[in-house]
């Protein structure tokens, strides 16, 4: 008896979700999805590219994925969730082809198919497990939970490289590996009682006290050489102001900064005149794709009062020797956008491409509207606007992938406040694809419910392989490695 009633429970439950069609109807628009995966162009190992119908208020989904080349895959219930496996198999089969999508909704009988719309796969790979992020309430005079985390983007699962719960009144930020390879791999750790720099050389990790009677405080912005001997670090006395009338709402800004260099065999910083001068403030640096030269931001020490409007940064360049961790004291300059700020720099690994940021003024583009992407030529010294990918808000932090084919960036452009993270690929001919939003399995119910942002992403080549219980314990000892200066 108890089997008949659990029987005709299923049988309830399943009439009940599947409902009947009664008649069809054919459109031959596009349907309206959230994000607005249409015609984006996505590698072969991405996770699945859910989404969501907003079109109107429904009952069922049915959805068909065809590929160009071959292979198909099915899908239904209330949300589209496409089975993992199956989309790589399909994605796999269809590198450097298409693939169509086919939705029917299902609503009071009447089963509407709409036209199908295309995805790209990429003949491009993207050969790294992830992207490694900070994630933050946009809160300015204190934070709430934060922490630096690593998600695998060939599925959905994310992991915690380190929060500031695991250590009370902690702030974590400014990580960055080599060439996306986590076993050289930086970030800080900033709080009055526990500050540090943890610094991870060949997998093992010290914290390390950056401050330094030579030098303006501890290290900020950090870069990995492509040895993996040397770190590029700024040092900066920044500092925030409020708008009571600005749709800007913050500004960040420094009062000074110099640039130091860290030998990771030595555990000393080398200074050097040519970007430690005391009528400039450099910041942002970077290393060239061969590693010749140190790429920065630069602009004229500004002496009070001034406005903040007046503070705009060129990109340089100078040469960098790697036997002595020197840099020279002769500069070039390689972006000059007069009146405005060209600031974060980032080389592409090939030696081909500048990605920087654009704004109005200052070194801080989180809340400039018309902070847009450039990129800059190495080959024939020209810079452009990206069109192709910027939008009405602010896109910035942005990071290249070891192959130099895909790029992410932040962007606020769904609701002007909350950074999320996009992906494009770049072809041969230096035009951009479509940015896609990163893939959740359930997209308008996961970012309706972050109430974090997003910053400084990079693509990982591997899980960060960081012991969150050794590095709780080493954090809380409060003991710190000392670094020496040679100038």
């Known amino acids: 008896m108890k089997n008949l009633i659990y029987f005709i429970i299923a049988v309830l439950c399943v009439s009940g979700c599947k ?50 080349n071959s292979g198909e895959l099915e899908t239904e219930g209330k949300k589209i969730e496409m089975d993992i496996n199956d989309w790589h198999n399909l994605t796999a089969q269809n590198k450097g082809g298409s693939l169509d999508f086919y939705l029917s909704v299902v609503k009071d009988g009447v089963k509407t198919d709409y036209a199908p719309f295309k995805m790209y796969v990429s003949e491009y790979p993207l050969e790294e497990y992830g992207l490694t992020y900070r994630r933050i309430p946009p809160g300015y ?56 720099t943890v610094i991870q050389h060949n997998g093992r990790h010290k914290i390390y006290n950056t401050k330094t009677n030579k030098t303006l405080g501890a290290a900020v912005y950090p870069y990995w050489h492509n040895s993996g001997r040397f770190v590029a670090f700024s040092t900066n006395q920044t500092f925030q102001v409020f708008h009571t009338a600005n749709p800007k709402r913050i500004e960040v800004f420094d009062k000074n900064s110099d640039l130091q260099i860290y030998d990771a065999e030595k555990e000393e910083f080398v200074l050097s005149e040519g ?35 007046d503070i705009h940064y060129s990109i340089m360049k100078a040469s960098f020797d790697e036997k002595t961790g020197k840099v020279s004291s002769e500069k070039d300059t390689l972006v000059c956008h007069k009146g405005k700020s060209a600031i ?53 932090f942005h990071n290249w992938s070891s192959n130099s084919k895909w790029f992410v960036f932040t962007s606020r452009r769904i609701d002007g406040l909350f950074t999320r993270l996009y992906i494009a690929s770049i072809g041969d001919d230096g035009k951009c694809t479509k940015p896609f939003l990163l893939p959740q399995k359930n997209p308008l119910e996961y970012y309706n419910s972050l109430f974090t942002s997003y910053n400084t992403p990079d693509f990982t080549k591997t899980a960060v392989d960081v012991s969150k219980i050794s590095l709780r314990n080493r954090i809380e000892s409060k003991e710190r490695e000392n670094i020496t200066v040679r100038e």
């Open 344 to 396: 974060f720099p980032r080389p592409s690994y090939d030696g081909k491409y500048l990605m920087y940021t654009v704004c109005d003024y200052g070194t801080f583009p989180i809340w400039h509207k018309e902070a847009d992407l450039y990129l800059y030529n190495f080959e024939d010294s020209t810079s452009r606007v990206m069109e192709e990918v910027n939008s009405d808000f602010s896109d910035s």
């Open 275 to 309: 970007i430690k001068n005391d009528s400039l403030m450099e910041t942002f640096p970077v290393f060239s794709a061969d590693g010749k030269d140190l790429i920065f931001c630069q602009t004229d020490l500004l002496t009070p009062p001034y406005y903040l409007e």
């Open 141 to 196: 005079v204190s934070y709430g939970k934060m922490g630096i985390y690593c998600r695998n983007i060939s599925n959905f699962q994310e992991d915690v490289i380190l929060e500031n719960t695991a250590v009370y009144g902690i702030c974590v930020n400014c990580h960055t590996a080599n060439k996306t390879d986590p076993k050289d791999f930086v970030f800080h750790v900033r709080g009055q009682e526990y500050g540090g």
């Open 19 to 68: 409902p009947g069609v009664n008649s069809v109807v054919k459109l031959e628009v596009t349907p309206e999805i959230w994000p607005d995966y249409k015609d984006v162009t996505v590698p072969a190992e991405i996770a699945p590219m859910n989404f969501d119908f907003t079109g109107d208020s429904y009952h069922y989904l049915f959805l068909r994925v065809k590929g160009s």
